[in-house]
Every structure is written in C-alpha cells, then in structure tokens.
C-alpha cells in the first residue's frame, strides 16, 4: 500500500494541490488588476483548516513540491500521513465501497478552506461581517458578488469545454459605478463565464 500511496495517490494530490494553488493565484492576479475606483482590493486565500488532520501542514509542503525533490524521511512521512487518513476513516466508518472510503480518506478539499481578504486602511484583512459593513454599497456589492463568480468558474473548470456556463445573477451590481461594472464584465470574460 505505501508504494502506492507514494506512486498514484500522492501524484494526483500533488496535481490537485498545484492546481488549486495556481486557481486561486490566476484568480488574485485578475482581481488585482480591476480594483475598485474607491481603491478597495478582495483577494482570495487558499489555506489549510484549523481542523484539518494533525501533520497536514508539514506534508502539504512537501506534496506541493515534486516527488523527485522528496528525500526518504519525507516519503515515509506522506505515506505515513496518508495511511492514517485511511486508517483513521476506516476505524469510525464501515459502509461505503472502498473506493468511496479512499476517496472520502484523501479528500483534500476537506482539508483546506477558501478565504476572502479585503485590501482597507493599508492592510490585508479577512473579509468578515465587521469588514464587510464598513465598504460602500458597491463595495459590499463587490465582495458578495467576486467570490459568487469565482466558485462559478472554479466549478466550470472542472467541466466539459464545450459545457455552457451559465449563471444567474439578480441585480449583482446594484450601487456599482459604471467603471467597476465593465471590470466585473471583463471579469465574466477572464474567468471563462
């Protein structure tokens, strides 16, 4: 089982882990370069969970790097890691096929969580109802509206090319000057929507 969670499993999550890395910092790129005409910047953020599994953090950097780069403490480290992952789901859970037991198991998206962070008074902030209620109509607009889209597009990547991509949107950019509507449109555009 080591080899292959050392071969196949931890290939794809390291694709996986790239992949989402490289979304979400095209996303920040798209989004840097269309700030509101107040000034005010959203990012988003990527980051492992509060309760994701003890030794995540240290193995997620070693599987966002090429296994030709892993030295043996390491391998046996993210075998180790994910081993227990299946071990441990294993232990509390005994139905499900054991494809659905691996794929719950080594489900890297219950161990990371999306974030909004807002650019105000020359720091980066977490986007929290606080934060949220000091911004302007088009602001507040904005910071509901950016995250809407991007999750749309996120979840249209993973879709056939030729797949529509639709969305439904009432009134998303009430109180958004002209400048900023365009940006959103242009927006729709760069995020494939």
Known sequence: IASHLLGEVSMHLHHQLRRAEELVAQMNVDLDSRPMSTGMRLRFTWQIRPDAPA???AVRSRLLATE?????DE????????????????????TGTWHEQLAEALDYRRWHRFGIVRFQDGHW?????????????????????????AAAAAHYRSA??????LILLDEA?????????????????????
């Open 55 to 57: 030794g995540f953090e």
């Open 68 to 72: 030709s780069s892993w030295s043996l």
């Open 75 to 94: 391998r046996r480290a993210i075998a180790g890691f994910l081993q227990q992952r299946i071990e441990e789901l294993r232990s509390r859970q005994e």
């Open 125 to 149: 902030r977490s986007l929290t109802r606080r934060t949220h209620g000091t911004g302007s109509g088009g602001e507040k607009a904005m910071a509901l509206t950016l995250p809407q889209l």
């Open 160 to 165: 056939e090319p030729s797949a529509p991509r």
């Open 173 to 193: 950019f009430v109180g958004v000057d002209n400048d900023m509507r365009g940006k959103c449109f242009d927006l729709l555009a760069a995020f494939d929507l």
